[in-house]
């Protein structure tokens, strides 16, 4: 595994990152050049962990008595903390306008990575497209991005404001990279959960319908794993905060249980590569799991998940779940993710760019 992707993981993960002294992370915090430690920073910043990987770094350096890399490391930090208040102060007023306009909105995967922040910003809503656009170029000042075939079969769209680097993400009604999953959209909004971030109150999904949508965006449409969603969905664990069997419940009844017990049992097993010990989850994830860490590798940044045949069973058996059941809708639409997935490896090959499918 390349070294940038193990420091981090380290600092990260490892309990000697935080307090006590590691001959080995102390060595590889002293021999950083300036090079590596942007290569760190770049990479800490794609995997939404900028701020606590950073951070464990300044902390590191502190206790080995690195000046340039704490520098280094406090002005990324900074600069990274500015951005995150700008954008926490647009996502609020984004929600402050949809329940001014008495409409539904709550922020998805996006306060997942506290006190990280992701490339984006994500909403769900259950009211109407034109109710959303509208409030968007009239409230917001928003204009609405290129829309792609899969962002359209989704019910989403992406709006870009003026002064804020970061795309808005509103999904209309639906979720799932093809707008498969009514059954998790239905709850979403009744079962929300009130946080406070800088002063800022927003509505956010219960923990269940959180992991559910990790495990919708990692095992069923990226194919890869942030560095974010070990350390975030492992701290839902250590903290005690999943009613095991909600997110049971709620799993089963979107069909992808088994996703999701593979999704917890890779945390897990990464967790355990540098923590020493596994998290500390039901007997039933792992009879459920369909495969775990040892088939996760590192490339182009993220820890890839293998599309066959892993995620393809996966994704056979949340189909004929809805074959199943008879949700025709939902089935349809599943149907298509194959050949979405295979127009965009097409368009990636030709253009350089799958922006315009997937």
């Known amino acids: 595994m390349p070294n940038a992707v193990h420091l981090l993981s380290q600092l990260l993960i490892s309990p000697s990152s935080s307090t006590a002294s590691s001959p080995a992370l102390d060595t590889a915090v002293l ?13 800490a910043g794609t995997n939404h962990v900028l701020v606590r990987g ?22 990324a930090l900074s600069a990274e903390e500015q951005r995150i208040q700008v954008a926490l102060l647009s996502l609020a ?19 997942d990575h506290l006190p990280d922040l992701g490339s984006d910003l ?37 709006f870009a404001i003026p002064g804020l680097p970061e795309l808005v993400e509103i999904h209309v009604g639906r979720l799932g990279q093809t707008g498969e999953q009514s059954a998790i ?7 929300t959960r009130k946080i406070s971030v800088n002063g800022q109150r927003f509505e956010v999904p ?25 350390v975030d969905s492992a701290g839902l664990v250590e903290n005690g905060l999943i009613d095991w069997p909600d997110l049971y419940a709620a799993a089963t009844t979107a069909g992808i249980w088994e996703g999701v017990a593979t999704y917890l ?33 590192f490339a182009k940044d993220f820890l890839r998940v293998p599309i066959l045949p892993h995620s393809a069973m996966l994704y056979g058996s949340q189909l004929a779940t809805e074959i199943t059941r008879r949700q025709v809708k939902s089935s349809a639409r599943l149907s298509l993710l194959p050949w979405l ?18």
């Open 31 to 43: 021999d950083l050049t300036r090079a590596d430690f942007d290569n760190l920073a770049a990479l």
């Open 54 to 75: 950073i951070g464990a770094l300044k902390n590191a350096s502190e206790r080995c008595d690195n000046e340039p890399v704490r520098e280094w490391a406090e002005a």
């Open 93 to 111: 007023q984004i929600c402050d306008a949809f329940r001014q306009q008495g409409l539904n909105v709550a922020v998805i995967k996006s306060l």
């Open 122 to 158: 994500d909403l769900y809503t259950d009211a109407k497209p034109d109710q959303v656009i509208r409030l968007m170029e009239g409230k917001v000042n928003a204009q609405i991005a290129s829309r792609s075939w899969g962002d359209r079969l989704a019910s989403k769209w992406n």
């Open 185 to 191: 959209a239905v709850s979403l909004l009744h079962r």
């Open 206 to 230: 219960s923990v269940s319908e959180r992991l559910l949508i990790s495990t919708l965006q990692r095992m069923y449409r990226h194919f890869y794993f942030r560095l974010c969603d070990i």
């Open 265 to 297: 049992v890779i945390v897990s097993d990464y967790f355990a590569h540098y923590r020493g010990i596994p998290l500390e989850l039901p007997p039933l994830i792992f009879e459920s799991a369909r495969f775990g860490g040892k088939e996760i590798y």
């Open 341 to 358: 997935a295979t127009a965009a490896l097409l368009g990636q090959k030709i253009t350089g760019n799958d922006k315009g499918v997937w």
